[in-house]
């Protein structure tokens, strides 16, 4: 009760606590505010373009929409099917039925002709069951079409990116289903006893894939050549409401790369569907592909600045008008650009974080996340004592104001 009578009665200690909360708040303040990683995955699929322009080509090759079968094959175009699939020629590619030990598989006959590119696929994971259910579905972008094997349907020991969404778990750690990322090497396994943590990458818990309410789920995959990579969800097929999974900045893919997907059941099982792809190039307006994220600062720049002079003409012809729009996108961009910045920054301070808790590279080693830990509780001390300081020099204030007070109060009594 002391402190709070000194507190409430010296201004000293008053202004000392608002000082000490404005030194915090300097010091631990985040960054400003930046692009999320849907909201950038965005800008790349050119979903706002009164942000910034990209070309985009479809893939066709890669793409799947119903009917499935082409009438002169009979057979779906451009894929490759193996396994327990299923076609519903008008719903679905069924990689897996909720059936016991089943294994789906499709490959496209053609490799990715992109060093950049967007995805979407919707599918749908379903069980009878609500609690006892698996194994999961795989999403490749590998060196190679893979025969069907042991790794959610595929072979292991393979060369490239896997995307494993686990819906039943094996090993002791995480909450399931679970997605995670590993990029092979051709000689590294994956280790199913373990779900995969031994060479994990990245990964999410999503819990919303399994059983969605509206029976459809969306993946959006965005990479770009420089190894800009990330994955977003859509778990309740609501337009644009994206929810990031990973995202990574140092993912190489190899040069000749095909697109799968495969399933499996064991014990326990599910239908995995697989309903429709969509796929494109990404592009800058010139034609070559876009190489890394850094070159949406360039393209923001030099669309805002065609604008601007193209603004500086219609002024030089007529006052107001249309002109007033162009001025206004320009000033969306100019803020865009330094909204990317800060989303780039953010993106590689997420990075670093996966690496801590998973591997402590060298970028990242124990030593330095110890040192970080002691320089915080170093600031954090140094904070506590400096608030003590004022609080005690603000209280010898306050009694040396009350003994001046007291002996004033004396002196007329005398």
Known sequence: MAIIDTVQRSRPVQLGIVCFFLIVWYFLRGTSEGFTPEELNSLLQNKDESTVMIKKTELTTHGLKAPYIDQSTFKPKNWYLAG?????????IRLTSDNQHQVGSMFSNLPIQAESFEMELTFHVH??????????????????KSDI??????????????????????????????????????????????????TRLAGCTATGLMNPANELTKARIVYI???????????????????NCVTLTDIKLPQIKYLGFTAETGDLSENVDIIENKMYALYKPDGSFIESVDELETLMQEQSDNEESFQQAVDE???????RKIK?????????????KNSEKKIKERERKLRLEKYGDEDATLFKRLLKGVLYSLKLIFYILLLGCLIWIG????????????SKVTGLLD
């Not at 069980?127 to 190679?144: P, Q, T, V, Y």
């Not at 012809?317 to 002109?323: T, V």
């Open 395 to 406: 209280n010898i204030v306050y009694r040396v104001q009350a003994q001046k007070k007291k």
């Open 127 to 144: 069980s009878k069951s609500s609690n006892l259910f698996g194994d999961g579905f795989g999403m490749w972008i590998i060196d190679r």
């Open 149 to 198: 094997g042991d790794v959610f349907g595929a072979q292991n020991y393979f060369k490239g990116l896997g995307i494993f969404v686990d819906t039943y778990k094996n090993g002791k750690r995480g909450h399931f289903p679970y997605v995670n990322l590993m990029l092979g090497d051709g000689n590294t396994p994956y280790n199913k006893d373990t779900d995969g943590y031994e």
């Open 225 to 243: 050549k420089d190894g800009y990579f990330s994955l977003d969800f859509n778990y309740n097929n609501k337009h644009e409401d994206w929810k």
């Open 328 to 340: 206004k996108k320009s000033k969306i961009r100019r803020k865009s650009l330094s909204r990317l």
């Open 317 to 323: 012809i007529k006052e107001g008008g249309k002109h």
């Open 84 to 92: 327990n699939t299923l076609i519903k020629n008008d719903a679905y």
